[in-house]
């Protein structure tokens, strides 16, 4: 749609808004303030860590890296090389599973669906532990991870093509959580193959998710996936708000939405496949966020996308500070995510069966 | 297939699971044309079939134009056939305002060039929705939802409106509020509508045609009163059995406050003021409220008393206590039918045979709503 329709659509839901839950004010703002927190928390979490860095530090090694200064020794090392590289790891991370969430809920039209569903994160999951298994150095684990994830959507897919005359929907969810299933068990076969000494740790902890091991080429290798799987999001946002009508009803409104439904679950993918082949499987935060985010602006999708993945990336940017900073040892982040994140899924199967 | 330009012609074959399905119907391209039978009798399929969102074997043409002739290798899909399909759970653009869902179908319409046939203002005051406008999908009832999802699929100007049981979804309360918006539709608007519908009451009130159907096959096609008084159709040999006349009021009593509605071969007489003269009323009369006499009945206190023909007799069989009499109104019982449940011994007593002139005394004549 054009931006003209946009603009009417804003005038006219300002209206709307008041009657319906008053609680979305203008989304700019929100958006606005959103950026801004995202902003003091990387610079917050620039300073924590084993080995923490002054503000006037940061602002010292910052200058230095636009004036071509000498490198002040360690404070640039664990800036540059180790946490500036983590936190980024952190936020695109959050950001495009959040994002991905967004719009599988939109197109499963099911609140409780996240980008799980497809098997898609224990497929990708499936394709880094045979990395592991492999000893493949860490740019194989993560190509691995990511076609198995892909291969996981397109097998998933095309079951839901096999199967047909049945709720199309209801098929794809099953076929995923069965194809999930068969990887997990593939998963456990291989854990129990893997060298327990060697192997089985980095199985483990990688399953669990982490970003204690992100380098600068993880972030600059993840980044243009998750673009590419971005962009037709955005250029197709506006039409993915008609697909929350099904394919019956939209195709009775003279509408075609099989073809787009299927490429922006193929964009999900590639975004959630890419997220967890650098940080492993980060669980919730494609289903908390997505939902707590709706809950903020309603369910357009212009609006849901920016305000998701910037609350995305807030979240697991404050998941993962306080995995390197709470403990002793790295806490992994799908322990945190879990823990926030299954009793805030039970309070939605409880209290919010109204719909959304 | 004769006059086909004018009428909708429908013949669908295939199987789904064991459930096999074979018909072939015309239904003209006005008014409503219900599809109506037990549930499993394929009805849903029909619609499905119509719309395009189900493919058998078949072929479809919808005034003229070609949806579908396998002969010829032609299916249009969904989206590309101009229809309004209303489904058994309104689904709205939850992100939309009720206004801008309905304007959602306007919209697509005028970007196609459709001859804009189906005004905005016309649709919200026929679905008494104006006060809707403002407000967000989840704020509406079902009975809203529903009414609102109709104003969308009408507001895309289609050839044809597709209803798959649109009140099944909804409690009485909510159906007997909608009911009437769905009559002011039927009313007023020239568009073709095919309603499926498992509820005697619903067809009764709304359908013009009727498409009988049975375990997939139709069983008869045509208008709503000729089914409703065949004797070889279920619907007559049904307990409650009844007849649909279409009429026109003819004179107001207001001193009584009766009203006088005028139909083929007679005049009939509802209690009420129930409109302006020339008006047109649908009525209904069962079978159990139908009685004969050979003789003008004198002193009685009903009011309807016509002269009709008996045009048959069915269930005259040892052992039965009641027959099933067709008769037509007007003294060569070339009127409108009507339907009655007798007993065998008053027929027997009366002597009344296909053929015989009788007085139908009608005790009973509900006025459903206004016809078209």
Redesign the interface.
Known sequence: MTTGSMDSDDADETGLATARMGRRGAPLTLIAALTLLLAAMMIGAMQLGRYPIALADIGGAMLRLFTGGAAAGQIDTVLWQIRLPRILAAVLVGAALSAAGAAYQGLFRNPLVSPDILGVSTGAGLGAVIGIFLSLPVLGIQLFAFLAGLATVALVSAIGLLVRDREPILVLVLAGVVVGSLAGAAISLLKILADPYEQLPAITFWLLGSLSSIRNGDVLSALPMILLGLVPMILLRWRINLLSLGDEEASALGLETHRLRYLIIAAATLMTASAVAIAGVVGWVGLILPHLARMLVGPNFERLLPTAMLMGACYLLLVDTLARTMASIEIPLGILTALVGAPFFLWLLVARRDGW | MNGEAGAIAAAFSGS?GTFSLDVAFEAPMRGVTALFGPSGSGKTTILRCM???HKLAGRLSVGGEIWQDDAAGIFR????R????V?QEA?L?????V??NLL??AR?AAK?GAEELIREDEIVSLLGIGHLL???P??LSGGERQRVAVG??LL?QPRLL?MDEPLSALDRMAKDEILPYFEALHRHLSIPIVYVSHDIAEVERLADTLVLLERGRVLAAGPLFELEADPGLPLLRAPEAAVTLEGRIASIDEAYALTAVSVAGGMLVVPGIQGRLGDARRLRITAADVSFSLSPPGDTTILNCLPARILSITGQTDGEPQVTVVAGLGADGAGARIVARITRKSLEALALAQGSQVFAQIKSVALLASGA
Do not use: N
Not at chain 2, 77 to 80: C, L
Not at chain 2, 93 to 97: A, G, Q
């Open positions: 789904l719309a395009g969102l899909k969904a989206h590309q101009p229809i309004g399909y489904f689904s653009f939850p992100h939309l305002s206004r801008k959602y179908g697509r196609q403002g407000r967000a989840l704020a969308r699929a895309s597709l």
